[in-house]
């Protein structure tokens, strides 16, 4: 008898043991909203950041980032919460029962499971080290490094099968200083020391101090997706109404064209005349005088107006001046109160959700450097742009614009020599000109990375792209009946960085794939120039 209890009391003390040893994500709270924090400490910045998430310190400031894709909380009621939410987080990280012992060098090729990693030391990662999921996405990694944790130039955490950064922890008790071009993969907690990230570094995850500075030098950080995040969709999009028809239109004001400019959608104006447009280039209807079909358009187009312009904004941009710049939005409304120069590349990047919604409001006029682009990303489309001006638009040379503008009370007047304005161009008084351009407005999706296309609604069984998930290769199969000219297919990770581009030849075309790590990607099935299919891809490498 006292054989068989000693014998199940040892199971059950060995069941409680491996239970406990577990890695099971710690309670983040709101600090999981944080992409840079400090409990107490300065959050900095130099150059050019890309920052998807809040920003902020409880006890400090936040200085020189630009514009950030979150919102920004110095020693306010959100950082507050924030301070005490990390504090649970580091806890349940430092109270931990480890389970694997590794030696204080990480990287160089090494694989690890999920488990809790005690490193008693300061730390260095050199090379890659890759975290192996085993197919289980639930799969947690938490490392506790004693002292200062430090990256080697061009180190990088990998993560296949599965593996996800949301599940990805580093307690650190020490200074972490991340060399130039490190890929870093989960959520740091630097108790009581700095954290540094330095020129070229990517940061698909936190970094979060308890006391210390953060400071960073243009870098690209993101928050993980994943792991119970909520989808972003944004606001609901404005009904357009009779606009909806309409690619160039003025309520108040002379509509005119010099050159040639193809327009797909409706031409005119509710007050003046419509000149210069030619009707050979033109699919849609062209309004030389007003009539009943301006007159609606213009009172739906108020109505749009009157809503967007009355909707909360989300994110405020705090540089319109600094627009651009390789910056990337996710769904939001976000905005700018002052005049908005779009300088170089906007990123609008959907997340994988084709409905999601952007509204930008500027809260003054709007201009572009020559070249500018807005690029739509992981299924973004213009139908689901929407821009708010209160002011002149100005889009200057081979410009490619998306999305729906709608200026309140100021001139569009300069749609300049080679623009390509995916959407619309709206404005309730002013003079709207244009020379030279192209521009298309449907409410079929339009898609910015390639210049002046439409994309092409057919059948979901033209394309299937198997299996998917993936391990190390896909097939793409296409219909029998479907006639291939110049088709691709480009893959982006979830940065909207492209990671593949295969030419399309043959109905059937396997497509090796184990250089992709283990995460979600997103595809575009290109054909005769014309989109044909865009989606969703899961790598388990």
């Given at each position: ?431 709207l000109t244009t020379a030279a351009i192209q521009a298309i407005a449907s409410t079929l999706p339009t898609d910015c990375l390639t210049v002046g296309i439409n994309e092409l609604q057919l059948t979901n069984d033209v394309i299937t792209i198997y299996p998917n998930p993936f391990t190390h290769f896909t097939m793409v199969v296409l219909n029998d009946a479907f006639q291939i000219n110049n088709a691709e297919l480009s893959i982006y ?49």
């Amino acid at each position: 008898m006292k054989t068989k209890l000693f014998s199940l009391l040892t199971a059950i003390t060995l069941l409680l043991i491996t239970t406990f040893s577990v890695a099971q994500a710690p309670n983040l709270g709101t600090a999981a909203n944080f992409i840079l924090f400090s409990t107490n400490g300065a959050v900095s910045n130099t150059g050019f950041s890309h920052l998807t998430g809040n920003v902020g310190t409880n006890n400090g400031s936040s200085t020189a980032f630009g514009n950030v894709n979150g919102g920004m909380h110095d020693q306010d009621g959100t950082s507050a919460q924030c301070s005490a939410d990390l504090l649970i987080a580091y806890n349940q990280l430092n109270a931990a029962i480890p389970t694997f012992f590794p030696s204080n060098l990480l990287g160089n090729g090494t694989i690890l499971t999920a488990g809790i990693y005690s490193i008693p030391s300061a730390t260095t990662l050199n090379l890659d080290l890759i975290l192996d999921a085993q197919n289980n996405p639930s799969s947690v990694f938490i490392f506790q490094i004693g002292g200062a944790f430090s990256t080697n130039a061009g180190s990088k955490i990998k993560l296949v099968n599965g593996a996800l950064a949301c599940n990805v922890f580093w307690k650190v008790e020490g200074l972490v200083d991340m060399a130039a071009g490190t890929t870093m993969r989960g959520t740091v907690i630097a108790n009581n020391f700095a954290i540094i990230l330095n020129v070229g570094d990517t940061l698909e995850g936190r970094a979060l101090s308890t006391t210390g500075a953060v400071t960073v030098h243009g870098v690209m950080a993101y928050m993980p997706i994943g792991c119970g995040s909520p989808e972003l969709i944004g606001p609901v999009a404005p009904n357009l109404g009779a606009a909806a028809c309409f690619a160039i239109f003025s309520s108040a004001g002379a509509v005119s064209n010099t050159g040639i400019t193809n327009i797909t959608g409706d031409i005119g104006t509710n007050v003046g005349a419509t000149t210069g447009f030619d009707p050979l280039l033109v699919t849609g209807t062209i309004y030389p005088i007003p009539n009943g079909s301006t007159a609606q358009c213009a009172a739906d187009l108020l109505l749009a107006y009157n809503y967007i312009n009355t909707l909360p904004y989300d994110i405020e941009l705090r540089y319109p001046a600094q627009f651009g710049n390789d910056l990337v939005l996710t769904p939001h409304t976000y905005l700018m109160n002052a005049a908005a120069t779009l300088t170089d590349t906007v990123t609008l990047n959907a997340q994988g959700n084709p409905d999601a919604v952007f509204v930008i409001q500027i809260n003054g006029a709007l201009s572009t450097s020559v070249y500018s682009k807005v690029k739509l990303i992981n299924g973004a489309q213009a139908k689901n742009v929407y821009w708010k001006v209160e002011g002149a638009v100005s889009i200057n040379n081979y410009s490619v614009f998306c999305g729906t503008i709608i200026c309140n009370n100021g001139a569009l007047g300069a749609f300049n020599t080679g623009v390509t304005l995916n959407g619309r161009a709206l404005t309730t008084t002013g003079a709207l000109t244009t020379a030279a351009i192209q521009a298309i407005a449907s409410t079929l999706p339009t898609d910015c990375l390639t210049v002046g296309i439409n994309e092409l609604q057919l059948t979901n069984d033209v394309i299937t792209i198997y299996p998917n998930p993936f391990t190390h290769f896909t097939m793409v199969v296409l219909n029998d009946a479907f006639q291939i000219n110049n088709a691709e297919l480009s893959i982006y990770d979830v940065v909207g960085k492209e990671v593949l581009l295969k030419n399309i030849s043959q109905q059937t075309t396997s497509i090796e794939l184990s250089t992709l790590a283990s995460g979600i990607y997103f595809y575009k099935f290109v054909n005769n120039n014309k989109i044909i299919k865009t989606g969703k891809l899961v790598s388990q490498n």
